[in-house]
């Protein structure tokens, strides 16, 4: 077996390959975009390699065939936070061999011991936790979606022979939007007393004030929980401008006290239902074929990728009035037939509590694993979000 590192064109061609050689008799793969991959082991485009660092390896098995990659980073956000200095490892693909997994792993392994870490999380994201997180554990057979892992069945236990343990759990739900409100919900909304409270999408609203409110509610949502870093403004307004080839202003919810942003619920459409168009590359003519569809109006999945409230409007029916609302506009647009919440972790009871109460499925299920280089430090997973 043989290993090479990523470190030019040439290599890099190599490790885009890799899927379509695992994936190559799946129908229900969609490849993820190249320039999305790309763009996280750009230097000049992640600002993470700014005080952290990452490498990339694609794989030869015995017989010279390529059969597998995977990426080590040190994420400087994360890496000092634990008991142990933990990096990270992603982008795994492997054939359905495990002596060459555990080569696999033992690169990566062997690398960030170099780089002080005494631990390692994946298969993670060099970045934020809503892209290319988690292993699939269950539900091999709908087709992937924008972002997400995908794997074979087989990869769990590539990852649990090596000795890689569940940290958390990922839960992903999904209902129609074509069926109503659960009584708890409008139990919920009746609560509201407060005249001044309103709901409303963004049509019709800059895309900078959007941002904005975003940044005022994530900020009084969760602010003060173990770890967490207020967002500044600019990375709101930032985070915005890169959805706007993709927003739909009428799936972005926000409640308000007066003119004061207490809420939201943010979706956009499953791109996923666009891309498989694409295959894999966002080259002018995957630019063209995603207009296209665009304006087609293909996507009929919308996935919420955050709900929040600020703090002091818990309990009393915020959560109930934006679900609500949501529900009647697609029942006013008829836009999307089903919703897609985007993971939630199982040390986020209180979330899955919502999601179970909104009358969904929980239709798809991940694993964030972590691997402790010293084998006799007992293991501890997530601690939970009270």
């Known amino acids: 077996m043989r290993a090479v590192v990523v470190d030019n064109k040439s290599t890099i061609k190599t490790f885009q390959k890799v899927p379509s050689i695992i994936y ?44 597998g990659r995977i990426a080590a980073f040190v994420n400087p956000k994360t890496s000092k936070k634990e008991k142990q200095p933990t990096g990270g490892v992603g982008f795994f693909e492997s054939t359905d061999d495990q002596a060459l ?31 290319f997180w988690g292993c699939l554990s269950k539900n091999f057979t709908d087709p992937n979606s924008y972002a997400m892992n995908y794997n074979p069945p087989y990869y769990v236990d590539l990852f649990e022979n090596y000795g890689f343990k ?34 409303r999408n963004a049509v019709g609203v800059p895309l900078e004030k959007v941002a904005e409110d975003f940044h005022t509610v994530y900020n009084g949502a969760w602010g003060g929980h173990a770890g967490f870093q207020p967002m500044k403004l600019a990375q709101a307004q930032k985070l915005m401008q890169s959805l706007k080839p993709v927003v739909d202003k009428r799936i972005l919810f926000f409640a308000y006290d007066g003119d004061e942003p207490i809420g939201f619920y943010i979706n956009i459409p499953e791109l996923n239902e666009i891309f498989k168009y694409v ?37 009393r029916g915020i959560e109930g009035g934006l679900i609500t609302y949501s529900k009647s506009v697609m029942d ?25 109460n909104l009358g969904t499925e929980r239709y798809r299920e991940m694993i964030t694993y972590r691997y402790l280089f010293d084998r006799t430090v007992p293991f501890e997973r997530c601690p939970i979000i009270e």
């Open 24 to 67: 190559a008799n799946d129908p229900n793969y969609i490849p993820h975009i190249k320039q999305d991959i790309e763009k996280i082991f750009d230097p000049k485009k992640n600002k993470l390699f700014r005080q952290g660092s990452a490498i990339r390896w694609v794989f030869y098995d015995d017989q010279g065939n390529l059969a």
């Open 101 to 131: 997994a555990n080569f696999i792993f033992d690169t990566a392994k062997s690398w960030l011991e170099t780089q002080g870490m005494e631990a390692m999380d994946g298969p993670i994201n060099f970045g934020e936790r809503n892209q």
């Open 166 to 199: 569940t940290y958390f759990e990922q839960y992903l739900y999904t209902r129609s939007t074509r069926d109503d409100v659960q009584d708890i919900f409008v139990e919920k909304t009746k609560r509201i007393v407060n005249p001044n409270v309103t709901f």
């Open 279 to 315: 295959n894999g590359n966002l080259n002018w003519l995957g630019k063209l074929k995603f207009l296209y569809h665009k304006w087609k109006g293909t996507p009929r999945t919308m996935v919420g990728i955050v709900f929040g409230v600020v703090k002091k409007w818990h309990g």
């Open 332 to 356: 006013e647009t008829d836009a999307y037939d089903k919703t897609v919440l985007t993971w939630i972790g199982d040390f986020n009871p209180k979330m899955i509590k919502v999601c179970e």
